[in-house]
């Protein structure tokens, strides 16, 4: 038997050790490509186009009947804190503007505000937003007013379909209307990467490289909306709570009272 030299022993086993090495190397990198798939485990729709993807979390959002809506939207020149829960036949939230909040309830096409004793005053004294006073300012009416402010205060007021503000804020309180409104982008679509929101992996996709609104998708679970920034800088909203129930009924007779003035518009 002829004896293995010590160098060619050494030769051999570092042979070995670069063969072990390679082999080693390319299953780490084999792992390392499926770790770095950003659509591995989700639902899929990363790998679709914009256009797709705004399709399918559009019928993802009308496949169930409550969400609860979260941020600001711009209307008109005003914005809107919204905090709202909504199913098809209405919802239940709050609406602040102008420094001034109230809460907000749809039954099916009955819609009420509730708020305190400041917010009724603000809309009953005349008084602008500069402070200005209006007309019956020093002739007793304050006192009036301010009477009139207490008993609507924390009672839910009725407002009539023919008040400015029903058609203001009825869409406030409507799933359908709201999502309808708001889900689409405008402009050339786009997909402009993977994200989180609330923990959650999302694809988001964009109109006109963001001028035209961005929307996280969810990749977990169904292809829900999640957050979304408005065109023009239009208000910033995130969606949670899909398919999660909650009650809605009429508020009871004793704390419902009807307004026969007109409502603040904000």
């Known amino acids: 038997m002829t004896p293995i030299s010590p160098g060619r022993s050494r030769t051999a086993m570092l042979a070995s050790a670069v063969c072990v090495l390679l082999v080693t190397g390319m299953a780490l990198t084999g792992c390392s ?8 485990g989700t639902n899929g729709v990363g790998k679709l186009s914009a256009a797709e993807i705004q399709n399918r979390t559009r019928t993802a959002a009308k496949s169930v ?7 600001n939207v711009v209307t008109s020149g005003r914005t809107y804190t919204l905090d709202m829960r909504l199913k098809p036949e209405g919802g239940i939230g709050s609406v602040t503007a102008e420094g001034r909040t109230f809460r907000l309830l749809k039954v099916d096409d009955e819609l009420f505000l509730k708020a305190d004793a400041k917010f009724w005053g603000q809309a009953n004294d005349g008084t602008g937003e500069d402070g200005a006073q209006g007309e019956g300012e020093g002739d007793g009416g304050g006192a009036s007013d301010a009477a009139a402010a207490g008993k609507l205060a924390e009672k839910y007021v009725k407002v009539p379909e023919g008040d400015p503000s029903y058609k203001k804020f009825i869409g406030f ?9 708001l889900l689409p982008l405008h402009g050339t679509l786009a997909t402009d990467g993977h994200h989180e929101q609330g923990g959650v992996r999302t694809i988001r996709i964009t109109g006109d490289e963001g001028s035209g609104g961005t929307l996280d998708v969810s990749l977990e679970g169904k ?7 408005r065109a023009g800088k239009a208000g910033t909203l995130t969606f949670s709570a899909w398919g999660a129930d909650f009650a809605l009924e009429q508020p009871a007779e004793d704390e419902t009272l009807d307004y026969e003035g007109q409502l603040p518009t904000s």
């Open 65 to 71: 009947d409550t969400v609860r809506l979260h941020g």
């Open 173 to 181: 309180a409507d799933k359908d209307v709201l999502l309808n409104s």
């Open 223 to 229: 292809p829900y909306p999640l957050r979304l920034v």
């Open 33 to 40: 490509s499926e770790e770095e798939d950003p659509n591995k």
